[in-house]
C-alpha cells in the first residue's frame, strides 16, 4: 500500500519531533496527493491533541484508516514507528558494546534549520483553513504567547479550545440553544486522563526487571502521555530511576540523546531502555508497550472525528482546538528558530551562525516555492551539515 510506504518513508527521515512529522504527513496527504482536505487534516490534527500518546504516530494511523480501512490503520502506524524504532535498537547496541553513542553532531547542525523552515511552511498552509476569522487569528495568537511563556502546552490547547467555543458560541454567534450537552459530555473520558498526568505513569513499586514488568511500565505511560514527548522524560525519571532503580539518571540521559538523533516519534525512546535491560526482546517489548494504546485509541477516535462537525457547540470546539494546534506548532517553530538560529544574548558571536540562516532560508524557498518534498530537504540538510563540519569547521 502506498500510504504504508509514505509513513515508513516519513518515520524514517522525519528529525524534529512531532511538528515537523505532522508537517511531513500535511505535505504529502494533503498538499501533493489530496487524499484528504485541508480542513479534515486540521480536525484529526486537533482531535489527537486530545487524547494521549504521540499525535504523529496517531495521525499516521487515521490517515492509514482513511486510504484502506482498518488494515490500512495498522499498516500506516506500524510503518511509521518501525524505523525509529529499529534505528533506536542499533543506537542502543552501539552504547552497551563501545560505552558511547555515534558522533551526529554535523549532521543535525544542517538539519536543524531545514526542520524551522519545514515546519514554518506548515504552519502557513495549515493556518489559511484554521484562522477563518479574527476572533479565531486571536485565539491562537493568545495561544502562542502564552505558549512561549512557559504555559504546559496541554493547558494551552484544551485552554483554547475550551474558552474559544464559550466566545465564539456566546458572544460570537449568540447562540441561545442551549449546549448540546449529550454531545459534550461524551468526549470528557478523550480529555479526563490530562488531569491524571501527574503522576499516574510514573507510580510503580519495586519489581525485579522482566519483560512484562517492562510492557507493563511503558504501556501505563503510554495510555497518559499528553503533549510533547519531552514529558516521557519526567515519567521515565521517576519511574525507571527514582522508583524501579532499574537505571541511573546518566543512563537515561543517553537514552534520550539517543531519541534526539532518530528520526521519527521521541517515544521511540523507551526501545533503548527496553534494549539496555534486557536487548533485542525488551526493546521490541517497550515499543510494543508505548505504542499499544495509541493503536487502540485511533482506532476509538477515528469514526467520531467528522461527528463532531454535526454539533454547533462541538464544531466550534473543533476551530479553537485546531487554531490552537497551529499555535502550538507556530510556537515551536519560534523556539527551534531561537535555538538554531541565533546565540542568547546576542552578540558578536551571532554571526558564526550564517550557515544555518542560509540553508534555513534555502530550505523554505524550497518546501514553499518549489515545493520541494521535505523528506529530500532533510537528507540534503544533513549532507551540508557534513560537508560544513568536514571542511568548514562550522557544525
Known sequence: MEVTVLCFTIGATGFGGPAVLIA???DEFVQRRKWISRQYFLDLVGATNLIPGPNSV??????????????????AGIAFVVPAVAITLALAYMYARFGSLPAV????????????????????RLGKPAVKNWHLALIGAVVVVATLLGLNEVIAMLGGGILGMLWL????????????????????????????????????????VTLSAIWWFFLKIGAVLYGSGYVLIAFIQ??????LGWLTQPQVLDAVAAGQITPGPFTSTAAFIGYYLMGV??????????????????????????RLRKSTWTAAFLDAVNVASVGLMAAVTVELALATLLVLPLGPEVWMKWPTWVIALLAGFGAIRLRISPTWLVVAGSLVGWLLGRFTGYA
Do not use: C
Not at 496517531?58 to 499498516?75: T, V
Not at 543535525?108 to 514554518?120: Q, R, T
Not at 521517576?238 to 522508583?243: A, L, P
Open 238 to 243: 521517576r519511574g525507571i530511576v527514582d522508583d
Open 169 to 208: 458560541q456566546l458572544v460570537v454567534n449568540r447562540t441561545d440553544r442551549k449546549l448540546d450537552a449529550g454531545r459534550i459530555t461524551s468526549w470528557i473520558p478523550w480529555v479526563m486522563p490530562t488531569l491524571a498526568v501527574g503522576g499516574v505513569a510514573a507510580a510503580a513499586e519495586k519489581v525485579p
Open 105 to 124: 553532531a554535523p549532521f543535525l547542525y544542517g538539519v536543524k534549520p531545514v526542520i524551522v523552515a519545514v515546519i514554518a511552511s506548515a504552519v502557513l
Open 58 to 75: 496517531e495521525m499516521s494511523m487515521h490517515i492509514g484508516k482513511i486510504r484502506a480501512g482498518m488494515p490500512g490503520l495498522f499498516a
Open 24 to 26: 511531513m504527513m500535511e
Open 281 to 306: 526482546p525488551g526493546g521490541i517489548v517497550a515499543a510494543a508497550g508505548i505504542f499499544t494504546p495509541s493503536f487502540i485509541l485511533a482506532y476509538l477516535l477515528n469514526p467520531l472525528v467528522p
